[in-house]
């Protein structure tokens, strides 16, 4: 399998309080991602409570954005 890994927390903290967001996120920002060894195209952990609501996820392409 492949991992890769993104901190995600400056982001959301961001945005929290602002209503629904869409939050891109470019694969090139996932280090390691090999998409031929994809086995669960998305998960989420937090080492501390959080509340998130999630309306849907996909992987579709559209212009590529620096990381953040």
């Keep these: 399998g492949?991992?890769?890994r993104l901190d995600?927390?400056?982001r959301l903290a961001a945005i929290?309080?602002?209503g629904w967001q869409t939050l891109p996120i470019p694969l090139s920002c996932l280090p390691g991602?090999?998409?031929d060894?994809?086995?669960a195209p998305?998960?989420?952990?937090?080492?501390t409570p959080m509340r998130l609501t999630l309306s849907s996820i996909a992987l579709?392409?559209?212009k590529?954005?620096?990381c953040r």
């Design 33 to 35: 991602a090999r998409l």
């Design 60 to 62: 579709t392409p559209f």
């Design 2 to 4: 492949c991992t890769a």
């Design 8 to 10: 995600i927390a400056p």
């Design 42 to 47: 998305f998960a989420l952990s937090s080492s």
């Design 16 to 18: 929290a309080g602002q």
């Design 37 to 39: 060894g994809v086995t």
């Design 64 to 66: 590529e954005t620096p």
